[in-house]
């Protein structure tokens, strides 16, 4: 890097006196691009390249037309051939005219003319490409912000490195023809060498650091190179000055005043990158000027105080009171520290006087979690409000150097957003490059060159940038605005920076990294920097500048005071998204009862004809599918539903009363096993589809099925997110096989299970997660019900009192449900209820997969009707209800190990002694109902029955609550497989021997004879 500053210098020295060489380039705009010198894609490596080969070129483009060329050309080509022997030219085979003779045989100095064009366009070239590696974008100037010190061998570092090009010295001065896919000329279209050299070093490697040459769009490169290239395009006026220096101001006193008051205390301060904050302002002045109205952020610890202070504007008061350790929790749950929690704000944008609404999302710890959050809540933002083209909302995400690099939902998240169904089209990535990750090196910390190299893969342009210089800053973050409003793809700003402290205000980071550290105390504050240079030029004066401190500082001061007052912290004015109209002013339900999920005859019967014919004319379905939806007809007829009318019917009727409901994950169109098919395809017409869901009512809801990408955790965090913006909508998420859940398990674990307890936020998420033990191996097998009940927050040891609607109201105090349904029916109320509630809950369901096809895993049109419900248990109407003191044994069990009991049990003969109850909601457990069973079979004895290994499934969840039902006077006997550590056993006959084998436990009368508790 030193040594090219050096050059800087030596090309500034001489100037002039050059030959004035003209060459082809107008003649190069009108060649096909494709082809010709002007494809910003074509590599023309000097030394390797053919010149005779774009000789050729241009001589075909002569020989069509002789304005094709540029005047110089055409008189060279007409010399040839006037000197070449008659009817040699006229057979038009260059290569032999231009090669074999004419070259050979033409001047030297043009053969030159021609290598020296080709050599300056390729030197252009290797700036735009590679200009960003000697970019000057550290500002503590030890590191190199790609991990590499080899400065690529093309750029002219060195005066001797033009030898690269067969050029020299003496050529600096000649003057050259530019391309059509560079803008350093200006107005000009040429140059000399010297000053081609001297523009690509500004536009290129500078304080600025452009990667974007993978893009394979010509038209976004040329945007680009326009943005960057073109001469004085950085231009600010004085009152654009003064404004990034007032956000400066705060930024920087914001982290001072936290440090003084509360020198001990974990804030993740900025210092170091404190242009984050004029960073995303312009970023978001920019977008408002573009009709933007809705930004919705995500961001990790570093900085995010100042982030809710300065960019959200949150009260300073608020943000102060939360480091009183004596601030007490106005609210239920159990809150989360003051760097993970939201914010939602709506205000005037002072630039545009446009509104603007702002919001944070609360995270988690995990960094990059909430990623794919964000992007699903902007989604559904643009959806609800008909924003098909992110015109009006849109995502800023802020990540840090390490997590960027090292956490693969980002790569996950990427790969969301040129997806239809999931695109918020653009996304602006704002990176605190630090170049540290807590204590680690970058070097160790990521093989790739740049944290930023993973958003290559979507082809979003790179803008490093050194975070010392604010004006580049702001220059970078104008264009990314730019970018997305003008393309709508993803664009990224790396903020390289340093981190002036340890990561957090605790730590010693001289431990670990002694010498940057030592050259971090030497290094001047960005702010001093800035306000020194606008002092110099005139711009503000010295007393407005200390004036503007002085302003800042009483205005935190002030607030400091009034933080005082606050006693209590409210986290519900964390809230970033706010129900207001489905809450009470409070936030509370509006009622706490549901109203009735059963449904009118005609509207089942008005569904089932949906689901069973094809909405459009000459629609050509495939003949599987004839006869799935000829089988739905006869149930219909029949008044009989299986999983997938059911499903049908939940989702129908909710469109109807205008709930939109979106499913998604892989395979959802079609379903996995094959049996959902919501999405008909034309077998003639290409691409032709039909989702007859959408055809159900007039006026009805939108109804959404998407196949995902192949991802867990970033599309059940997109669709967590999707369900945060509307109370009034029904997001379902399935999983191919209950266990592939355990890729997204962050987002479970830190969002879904504890969202509310830690952000007073409801969220109705349904996730779908097939399970059943079906002899189809270890994995396949599980959907891990152990993991969602051992999270579960109902007291296993307490009796709750049942007053008012008990079932609402233990749902309103759990933090989530879930459900193992065994009936069509079921389902289908389950579904409605979860939008029936007054309130949202996170619905965990695990669904079928033979079940989906079992000829008695029916329900009739009489389960669904109007006075029907969800049914938490299912008691057993069998022979044992006549006499239920008679019963021996009484088993209860949840899903689909029902029907094979209920078979086994058939076949024994034991109808009158063996009763078998379905738990259908098993969290929150049914103390009321299950006490009600256990009643009824007083004389029997209790057997909790699963399918799966005793160390999984249910039993260690229902087995405590059991006994707080029996008050521990009678025991609970298990019944199913051993405990075991992989789910399922892999052999097909091994599983079946252990079905047998339980099942004989099962009926068998004396198994528990004389054994102890
Ligand atoms: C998924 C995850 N793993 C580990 C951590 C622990 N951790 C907290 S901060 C941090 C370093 C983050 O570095 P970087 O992303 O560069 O952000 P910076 O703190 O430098 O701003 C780590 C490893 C975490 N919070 N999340
Ligand atoms: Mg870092």
Redesign the pocket.
């Known amino acids: 890097m030193s040594r090219f500053r050096v050059f800087a210098g030596v090309l500034m020295r001489g100037r002039g006196g050059g030959r004035q060489w003209l060459l082809g380039g107008p003649a190069c705009r009108r060649l096909d691009p494709a082809r010709g010198c002007s494809s910003g894609a074509a590599p023309i490596p000097s030394a390797v390249v053919s010149s005779s080969g774009y000789v050729e070129e241009m001589y075909f483009a002569w020989l069509e037309d002789r304005k094709n060329v540029h005047e110089s050309w055409d008189a060279y080509f007409y010399n040839i051939q006037a000197s070449s022997p008659s009817g040699e030219a006229g057979d038009r085979r260059p290569s032999s005219l231009l090669q074999g003779r004419a070259l050979s045989r033409s001047p030297h100095m043009e053969q030159k003319v021609v290598e020296d064009h080709l050599a300056v366009h390729t030197l252009i070239r290797a700036y735009q490409i590679r200009g960003h590696h000697v970019a000057q974008l550290d500002p503590l100037g030890i590191l190199e912000a790609d991990l590499d010190s080899f400065v690529p061998s093309d750029l002219i570092t060195t005066i001797d490195k033009l030898g690269f090009y067969s050029l020299d010295e003496s050529d600096l001065d000649r003057s050259f023809q530019l391309p059509a896919t560079t803008f350093i000329g200006g107005k000009d279209t040429t140059l000399p060498l010297r000053e081609i050299i001297r523009r690509l070093e500004k536009s290129y490697c500078g304080h600025i650091g452009v990667e974007f040459m993978f893009i394979n769009n010509m038209d976004q490169c040329q945007w680009i190179r326009q943005k960057f290239e073109t001469p004085g395009i950085m231009q600010f006026t004085n009152n654009e000055k003064r404004t990034l220096l007032a956000r400066l101001i705060r930024s920087t006193r914001f982290e001072d005043f936290l440090a003084r008051k509360w020198s001990s205390e974990k804030r993740?301060g900025l210092e170091g990158c404190e242009v984050l904050i004029p960073a995303l302002k312009t970023i978001i002045d920019k977008s408002s000027a573009s009709g933007i109205d809705s930004v919705i952020m995500g961001m990790?610890?570093?900085g995010r105080l100042n982030v809710l202070a300065n960019v959200i504007r949150k009260d300073l008061d608020q943000i102060f009171c939360q480091f009183d350790p004596k601030l007490e929790a106005a609210d239920e749950g159990s809150g989360d520290v003051k760097y993970h929690l939201g914010m939602y704000h709506k205000r005037i944008n002072r630039e545009t006087d446009r509104n603007i609404t702002l919001s944070l999302m609360a995270n988690p710890?995990?960094?990059e979690a909430v990623d794919p959050v964000v992007q699903g809540k902007a989604k559904a933002e643009q959806f609800y409000r008909g924003d098909s083209q992110g015109k009006q909302v849109m995502s800023i995400l802020i990540?840090?150097?390490?997590?960027?690099a090292g956490?693969g939902v980002v790569y996950e998240t990427f790969h969301l957003s040129e997806l239809p169904s999931y695109t918020t089209h653009g996304t602006i990535h704002v990176v605190?490059n630090?170049q540290?990750?807590?204590t680690t090196d970058p070097r160790v910390a990521r093989s790739s060159p740049y944290p930023t190299d993973v958003a290559r893969v979507v082809n979003a342009p790179i803008f490093h940038v050194n975070a010392d210089d604010p004006e580049a800053v702001m220059y970078v973050c104008r264009v990314a605005a730019e970018w997305r409003s003008t393309f709508n793809k993803d664009v990224v700003i790396d903020l390289v920076s340093y981190?002036r402290f340890g990561?957090n205000e605790m730590d010693e980071p001289m431990f670990t990294q002694p010498l940057m550290y030592k050259q971090i105390r030497r290094q001047v504050h960005v702010l001093k920097k800035y306000s020194d240079k606008l002092i110099a030029e005139g711009v503000v004066t010295l007393q407005e500048y200390e004036e503007e401190v002085a302003k800042y500082d009483k205005i935190c001061e002030e607030a400091y005071t009034s933080s005082k007052d606050e006693k209590i912290l409210h986290i519900r004015h964390w809230l970033d998204s706010p129900w207001r109209d489905f809450f009470t002013e409070e936030g509370e339900p509006k009622k706490m009862s549901c109203a009735p999920t059963g449904l009118d005859e005609e509207v089942l019967q008005h569904i089932g004809l949906a689901a069973s014919s094809v909405p459009l004319e000459d629609f050509n379905i495939h003949p599987g599918v004839t006869r799935i939806l000829r089988g739905r007809a006869d149930l219909v007829k029949n008044r009989q539903v299986d999983w997938a009318l059911a499903e049908y019917m939940a989702f129908g009727s909710l469109l109807k009363d205008g709930i939109h409901v979106r499913l998604s994950g892989q395979d959802v169109e079609r379903g996995t096993f094959s049996h959902r098919h919501h999405v008909l395809h034309d077998q003639k017409v290409d691409k032709h589809i039909c989702v007859p869901m959408n055809h159900l009512w007039a006026g009805q809801a939108p109804y959404t099925v998407c196949n995902s990408s192949l991802s867990e955790y970033g599309v059940l965090g997109f669709e967590l997110g999707f369900a945060m913006a509307s109370p009034n909508a029904l997001i379902l998420w399935e999983a191919q096989f209950g266990d592939f859940h355990n890729t997204a398990q962050c987002i479970i674990d830190q969002f879904i299970s504890p969202g509310q307890a830690k952000w007073v936020r409801n969220n109705g998420i349904v996730l779908l997660l097939p399970h059943g033990m079906e002899g189809m191996g270890p994995e396949h097998s599980s959907a891990r019900p152990e993991r969602f009940l051992q999270m579960s927050k109902d007291d296993p040891d307490h009796f709750p009192v049942f007053s008012g609607d008990f079932e609402v109201q233990q749902l309103y105090d759990c933090n989530w449900m879930v459900v193992n349904c065994s009936t069509p029916a079921n389902y289908c109320h389950v579904l409605r209820r979860q939008i029936l509630l007054p309130f949202r809950k996170p619905l965990i369901i695990f669904t079928p997969k033979s079940l989906l096809r079992h000829p008695d895993a029916r329900s009739t049109f009489d389960d669904l009707t109007e006075g029907t419900k969800f049914k938490r248990l299912i008691p057993d109407k069998g022979p044992v209800s006549g006499d239920p003191a008679q019963v021996k044994r009484a088993i209860f069990c949840t899903g689909k190990v029902y029907y094979e009991l209920a078979k086994e049990r058939k076949q024994r003969k034991l109808e009158n002694d063996i009763a078998i109850i379905r738990l259908e909601q098993i969290s929150p457990f049914p103390f009321d109902l299950v006490r009600v069973e256990t009643e009824k079979y007083s004389n029997a004895e209790l057997v909790w029955c699963q399918e799966e290994h005793k160390n999984m499934g249910y039993y260690d969840y229902v087995r405590p609550r059991f006994l707080t039902v029996l008050a521990n006077k009678k025991p609970i006997w298990y019944v199913g497989r051993d405990p075991a550590a992989a789910p399922a056993t892999g052999n097909k006959s091994t599983h079946l021997n252990e079905l047998n084998r339980f099942m004989d436990t099962a009926f068998n009368l004396s198994a528990f004879l004389g054994k102890d508790l």
């Open positions: 993740f990790p610890h570093r710890s995990h960094l990540h840090g150097d390490a997590a960027f956490q605190v630090n540290i990750g807590f981190r990561h």
